[in-house]
C-alpha cells in the first residue's frame, strides 16, 4: 500500500518540532500550558485579591472576566503563536511588520523578567515554609503571622530561598520545551488538585469558617466598584499568563493539528476551578486566623499567615499537620516552578530567535538578571525599612513587592492584553486569525463571537479600566 501523502501541515510541522521542538501531545501541551497558568497567581494571589476586593463580589467580576475577555484574549495569544511560531516579538513582528506594533513584544518580555524577579522571592517562601513545616515549627501556640514577620525580616533567608528557587527554573529551562515543562506538569497538576480537595475539606469544617464562606460566596453588589473590577481584571490576565507573551510563546510549540478553541478552554477551565478551590481553602480559615473577613489585610503574607493554621487544625496531630503542611508547600513550590519557567521561556525565547543566543547562556543570564531585580522585592518586607514603605496610596504603605506586582502583574499584564487584542483583530485582522484557528478546528462554531469579544468588547473594556486608572490611580490599590 501506498504511504499517504504528508499534509502541508504535517510538513510545516516536523520542520518546525526540528528547529525549536514541538509538544510531545497535545494532552503534553495542555498540561504544560496549565503548568504555566496554575501557580502563585491561584494559590497566594488569588484568594489575597478576593480577601481584599469584597469576596463574592470579587469572585463573580473575576469569572466574568475570564469568560468574556481571558479566554478570547488567551485564545488570540495561542493562535498568533502557532501561526508565526516565533517568540512575542518575532510573532508581532511577521504578522504586522509595519509600525512599532512590535514594542508590545518587548513590553512582553521586559513584564516577563519583571514579575519573575517578585515571583521567584514568594516562590522562595513556599520553599522556606516546607523547611518550617517539615521541622515542625507551626504548632498550635505560635502565631503564624508573626511567624511570617520574622521569616519575611531575615534578610539572609529571603535571599538564600529566592537564590535557590531561581537556580531551579534557570535548570528547568536549560533543559529545553519538551523534557524541561511536559515532564513535570503531568505528574504535578493532578496531585495539587486531591492535596487542595483535602484541606477545602477541612478548611469549610473549621470553627468560625461561616463567616469567611459567606463572605466568599454570598455576594454583597454593593461592593461591587471601580478597584474590585481592576483588581479582578488584572488577576485574570496574571492567573490565565496573559498579556506578555507566554502563551504566544506556548502556542509556538503546537501543532496545527491541535484544537486552539478547547485547548484554551482546558487551560482557562483549569485554572479558575484551582482559583476558585484555593478561595475555598483560605477564606473560611481567616477568622481562625483572628482576621476578619473584609477588613483590608493588604499583604502578600496573607497565605503564609492563615494556612498554618489549618495545617494544625488536620487530623492525627501532628503528623497530619506535618504531611499536609509539607506537601502543600512543595506541591505550591513545584506549581510556582512550572509557572515561573514559562516567564523565563518567553525572555530565554526572545534572545535565542531575535538575537542568536545559545539557550544555555540566554536562560543563565535572565535568571541571573532578575535574580538580582528581585533582591529589593525580597528584602521589602521587613528586612529594610525603606523598601516596605516606597509609595503611600491613600494611607496604604505600598514595599517594594507590592510595587513590583502592581505595577508589572496588574498593569502590564492588561495593557499588554490590550495590544494583543488589537494586534491580531485589527492589525493582523480577524479574518487572518480565525483562518489560523481553523486549522485543528475546520467549523469553528464560536468563531462569529471570538472576533466579536476581540474586535469590540475587549479592547473597549480594558480601555476604559486604563483612562479610569489614569484619572484615579488609587484604584489600584
Ligand atoms: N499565571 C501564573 C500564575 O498564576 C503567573 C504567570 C503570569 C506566568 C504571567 C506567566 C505569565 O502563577
Redesign the pocket.
Known sequence: MDKPEPSSSQIIDSAAAKKRGIWGSKLGFIFAAAG???????IW?FPTEAANNGGAAFLLIYIACVLFIGMPVMLAELTLGRHTRKDPVGAIRSVVPRGLWWLAGALGVIT?LA?LSY?SVVAGWTLGYVVKTVSHTFTPQVDPAKLFGAFAGSWWQEILYHAIFMALCVLVVIGGVKAGIERWSKILMPTLLVVLLLLVVRSVTLPGASSGLSFYLSPDFSKINMKVVVAALGQAF????LG?G?MITYGSYLSKKDNLVTSAAWVSGADSAIAILAGLMVLPALALAGIQPGVDQGGAGLIFAVLPRVFSQMPWQPYGGIIFGAAFFILLALA?LT?AV??LEVVTAYLVDEKGWKRRRATTLVGAVSFAIGIPSALSLGAVGWLSSMVSLQGKEIGFLDLMDKLFGKLS?TFGSLLICLIVAWAWGSDKARKEVQNGNPRFVLGGLWVFLLKYVCPVAIMTILVYLVVDPSVIR
Open positions: 504555566s497558568a496554575i501557580g502563585l497567581g491561584n494571589r516577563g514579575i515571583y496574571f492567573s490565565l499568563s506578555m507566554a510556582a509557572s514559562s516567564l499584564l
